[in-house]
């Protein structure tokens, strides 16, 4: 059984700052409640009681939550200069068990983290339907639903199977894979987000693409997508899950 998350929250969110502030993208707040806050309230209540969180950007804001929601702050030190990998290998000296990955900046629909943590294989990637959000990660699989490639740029993908939701299932050995090809590829692995890694290392560790397609969710890394998640999507997780 799983009990433990990563979830990175280092990046600057230089696209909402202007509306939001220097507060780091976890704790723009949706009906009152920051959504980082929301995002732990689920994974506790599905047993997930050992919760890292990857930090750069504003750190003290998640310090100080850590303090009162027992949660583990690791700092990534060069989060200007560097990407979402380089925040997640930075976690290797505390994540040594399977584990679930979240960005920062999501609001989903509860069922996300049950259909992820009841998929048997030890490797998965959380992947919806179509969602018009405008800013949206192109998943490509092969015919047995396993990470093929990804992209923003659907042009240079061959078929569409789903699209990133930011949610995956990572094992401990592939993760200590990952981090083993991130020390033998520095320059690579210093300036690439964590989803482009796996793509880069499905080959040697497979990733099943589970895809829910009528999964209400979305980011926010714009005042766009701010609006979008506070008029329309949480509205329709609120009443769903109530």
Not at 99 to 123: C, G, K, V, W
Not at 208 to 229: F, G
């Amino acid at each position: 059984m799983i009990n433990t998350a990563a979830i990175l929250a280092a990046g600057l969110g230089s696209r909402i700052k202007e509306s939001h502030g220097d507060r780091p993208k976890g704790f723009i707040q949706i009906d009152s409640v920051p959504i980082i806050e929301r995002s732990i309230d689920i994974l506790k209540s599905h047993g997930i009681s050992n919760i890292f969180i990857g930090t750069g950007h504003h750190s003290e804001h998640y310090e100080r939550l850590a303090s009162t929601r027992s949660l583990h702050c690791i700092k990534n030190p060069d989060y200007e200069n560097t990407g979402s990998f380089y925040t997640l290998t930075n976690m290797k000296n505390e994540l040594n068990t399977d584990f679930l990955l979240l960005e920062s900046d999501l609001i989903y629909e509860a069922r996300a983290i049950t259909r992820i943590i009841e998929n048997s294989q030890p490797n998965v990637i959380l992947a919806s339907g179509e969602t018009n959000s405008g800013d949206e990660v192109f998943i490509e699989a092969n015919v047995d639903n396993y990470l093929e490639s990804l992209s923003k740029d659907i042009r240079s993908i061959s078929s569409v199977f789903g699209e990133l939701v930011g949610i995956s299932k990572i094992s401990a050995g592939t993760y200590k894979n990952l981090c083993m090809w991130a020390a033998n590829n520095k320059r690579t692995a210093h300036q690439i987000h964590y989803e482009q890694a796996l793509a880069i290392n499905s080959k040697e560790d497979p990733f099943l693409v589970e895809k829910i397609p009528d999964l209400i969710w979305s980011e926010i890394d714009t005042i766009e997508q701010y609006m979008r998640v506070r008029d329309i999507i949480f509205p329709k997780i609120a009443s769903k899950e109530i």
